[in-house]
């Protein structure tokens, strides 16, 4: 006897032995209720179990067609804006968290804002001088020249960037106060640093000794 496509009732490409077609994942002898994927065969229990996607929403398993994000799938119907509930399908989305945002409350909701403008944007931004800016906004105040983030020297005067040749035609004692006040700046960053790493040593030194003390104490405690 032959498992074939009319004692199935399925499309088989290939008579199969009674004791050769099983599941693939089980191993169990396949009846009438088979699933199939890719040219292979399941029950019924393992594919809804092991194969089939399930909707990250509804949590039921997808029958058709499904949409895959983050290492999630939904239905089509259920793939949606998470704060709007706009459906996203076939429409542009942005991730948080592995959670999908339509592109207007993404930008809304967790776009950087823009140093010059004070908008909120999805899109790439150039962080310098800690400080965000839109790329078309990170120009010199002195000139309007776009600035690079990476080529461009930059030198900030109150808060605001200007390109080295701008830079060049400021008064000397200009230049020489904007120097000092960028090396103060440094000394007191890099001070920061240090006692912020002290404070941590200090920190982890305390609770080594706290459990030197706790291990002695439970020794003593044993030998008692």
Avoid at 43 to 58: K, M, N, P, R, S
Avoid at 117 to 146: A, P, W
């Amino acid at each position: 006897a032959v498992v074939s496509t009319q004692s199935t009732g399925w499309h088989l490409k290939e008579p199969y032995h009674p004791y050769h077609f099983s599941c693939q994942i089980c191993f169990k002898p396949l009846d009438s209720k088979i699933k199939e994927k890719d040219n292979t065969y399941y029950c019924q229990l393992c594919y809804d179990t092991e194969i089939q996607d399930v909707c990250a929403a509804c949590k039921k398993a997808i029958d058709g067609r499904a949409i895959k994000a983050a290492e999630k799938a939904w239905c089509p119907e259920h793939f949606v804006c998470y704060a709007c509930e706009r459906p996203l399908t076939g429409e542009k989305f942005m991730l948080h968290e592995k959670v999908p945002y339509c592109q207007f409350h993404f930008t809304k909701l967790f776009g950087v804002r823009c140093f010059y403008c004070d908008n909120r944007s999805s899109m790439q931004v150039i962080k310098v001088l800690n400080k965000n800016y839109c790329e078309n906004h990170f120009f010199c105040t002195g000139c309007d020249t776009l600035l690079e983030e990476q080529k461009s020297k930059v030198i900030e005067m109150d808060q605001k960037p200007y390109c080295r040749h701008c830079y060049d035609k400021f008064p000397s004692d200009m230049r020489r106060k904007l120097l000092e006040s960028a090396n103060a700046a440094a000394k007191n960053k890099k001070a920061t640093m240090k006692k912020d790493k002290d404070k941590k040593g200090t920190m982890k030194k305390k609770k080594e000794e706290k459990k030197k003390d706790k291990d002695i104490l439970n020794a003593t405690q044993a030998a008692s």
